[in-house]
Structure formats: C-alpha cells, structure tokens
C-alpha cells in the first residue's frame, strides 16, 4: 500500500510542477521580433507613454547613430524619427508627447528602409525610423 501510494504523490507532485511551469510561461510576454512592438506587448507594459513604452521593451531603437571621421574630424548626429498614421512627428522626443494608451504597434525601420518607404525624411541623416500605428 506504501508503494501505491508514493508513486500516487509522485505523479501528482510531477503534475503541480508542469501546470506551474506552464503557467509561469503563459504569463511572460515574450518579445516579438526585435523590429516590431505588437498589441500583446504594449498591452502588457502599462507606462503613460510612447517613449516609456520604447524604452521599456526596445531600447535599442533609442541609440542614435553617429557618423565623424577619424583624425579630428567633425561628428554629426544621426536622428531617429517618428511617424504616427504616416505622418512624420519629429524625433526622438515626440515620443514623450504621445499616450501610450491608444498605439496599437510600432516599427523600427533602419535607416535603408526609411529612406525608401517613408514620406518626407528629409535631408538630415537618419539613424532609423519608429513607424506608429493607432486604433
């Protein structure tokens, strides 16, 4: 009866510890792709705004490029810009001016991409581009 028993709490402890993994795993929000911010992400990132959200989850789309030479020479910035419902915002600090609460993705375009899809990049040097869509 003991052996009964035992293998009877065995199986039942091996079934507590895989429902436990599995729902530790369904809680964890995973990243994507690291070019795309999707609905399930943001929603679950509760921050006021678009830059905390960008700087929560992509912090990478953060870091401005730099171009400079060597021996001396000048460096200028390369700026990141912003677009919301393909309309260019600004840079970087546009970002904190939006809610976080109605975005429903965002996408980091390189700078290749950006010069080739978007709409008025301008003439300044472009590191990237954060693309914003809304509900």
Sequence with gaps: MTRFSLSTL????????????ASSQASRVTESSPDVLTSIEINATPVPTAFDLVSRRRPSWLRQGRTGSIGGGSVSSQVTLVYLAGQRLGGIESLKTLSASGITSMRYLDATRAATILHDPGSEAISGAIVISTK
């Design 10 to 21: 065995t199986l039942g402890a091996c079934v507590i510890v895989t429902f436990a993994c």
